[in-house]
């Protein structure tokens, strides 16, 4: 049984439970520039840089990963949402790539693999690989809309650097997650279908949205149902939406998403909208009650957090859910289906 069928296989059992935010709970930690830049001696300040701490301070994402496998988690993800050569130059550490994701995959893996050792209940690990600061579909220029700061080709070969670090570090999934731009999403898709084909083995890819308004749009204007269609022929393992907004803004999206999509769902909302100083104080009681409300609806696969999200969110969940089964996957009719903007379905 390769990894997919294995995921399948239990997503088919109950509804699972991947892990929360990292960048929340990293703040907590109060770590000053010495921290972040260890004995790396490189030529920017690091502080802020949270992907290389599993470099300088690996005690740091190994203490939180292990605190969401107590929480329950099923899936837990690499602290990679930013390590990539594009993100990492903000901070002279853009040669440093493979290392940072090869020692995160590694620590997730090991701890993984501690927990299942402990119980038999298979724990998996998602390598996260972020949207980047750049956009292929957009202009940073407003007088110049045809200008783009990087292109395809170059986005692509960006992803591949991180996905093939992440796959020698150990990951089962790819997940290219908070999607804000399709296109940048295909660059994505496509590093992790030339990873897995140079393999010569099936690397499946995890794939989430994320809405920059209420009317279910991403920042590259794209529909939940027309990224759908835009993402399908990927393959992907599970298809979803985090970050953005809490639980109960995505309710109709995810609404949207379960009822077209023939694979599973993933959805990973912010602990409710921060407040005034930018800070998330939803209680994980009531995020675990409004997620719960898709378990119950049979509208999801697997449950998590993304910003503000706490291993106390994480074990709310996991506590809501618990006995439920999982959603039945979709079986839609047989269709032509296209995505400009909006979604497109050639009539029978």
């Known amino acids: 049984m390769n990894i997919r069928e294995k995921f399948l296989a239990e997503a088919a059992k109950r509804v699972l439970i991947t892990d929360g935010a990292f960048g929340t709970e990293i703040q907590n930690w109060k770590l000053g520039e010495a921290d972040y830049a260890g004995d790396l001696n490189l030529a ?12 300088t301070k690996p005690e740091v994402p190994e203490t939180i990963t292990r605190e969401y496998l107590d929480a ?8 990679t949402f930013s390590a990539n050569l594009i993100s990492q130059a903000d901070y002279a550490a853009e040669h440093l790539v493979r290392e940072i994701n090869l020692a995160s995959a590694q ?5 993984a693999d501690e927990y299942a050792a402990k119980d038999g209940r298979p724990r998996f690990v998602a390598g996260a690989i972020g949207p980047t600061n750049k956009t292929l579909s957009l202009s940073p220029d407003v007088n110049d809309p045809g200008f783009r700061e990087i ?7 960006v992803y591949r650097e991180q996905i093939d670090a992440l796959i020698e570090g150990g990951v089962d999934f790819i997940l290219i997650e908070t999607v804000f731009d399709t296109l940048n999403a295909k660059a994505g898709i496509m590093a992790a279908l030339e990873a897995a084909q140079d393999l010569g083995r099936d ?7 994320t809405l920059t308004d ?12 027309a990224f759908w269609h835009a993402v399908r022929h990927a393959r992907p393992v599970t298809i979803g939406l985090n970050c953005s907004f809490g639980a109960e803004q995505l309710r109709p999206h995810v609404r949207t998403l379960s009822d077209i999509a023939d694979t599973l769902i993933m959805v990973y909302p912010n602990a409710g909208l921060p407040n005034e100083l930018g800070e998330y104080d939803e209680m994980p009681d009531t995020t675990a009650g409004l997620v719960l409300e898709w378990a119950k609806a049979g509208q999801v696969n697997v449950l998590g957090g993304c910003c503000g999200s706490t ?18 996957i979709a079986q839609p009719a047989v269709r032509t289906k296209l995505a400009g903007l909006e979604p497109m379905t050639m009539a029978a």
């Open 311 to 328: 291993p106390a969110h994480i074990k709310a969940m996991a506590d809501a859910v618990k006995g439920l089964p999982s959603r039945a």
């Open 44 to 55: 920017k300040d690091q502080k802020g840089n949270n992907d290389i701490l599993a470099l």
């Open 151 to 157: 292109d395809f080709d170059y986005l692509k070969q």
């Open 107 to 111: 620590i997730a893996r090991r701890l």
């Open 214 to 225: 209420l009317s279910g749009r991403n920042l590259s204007g794209h529909t939940v149902e």
């Open 72 to 79: 329950g988690s099923d899936i837990v993800s690499t602290n």
């Open 203 to 209: 690397v499946p890819i995890m794939m989430s949205m």
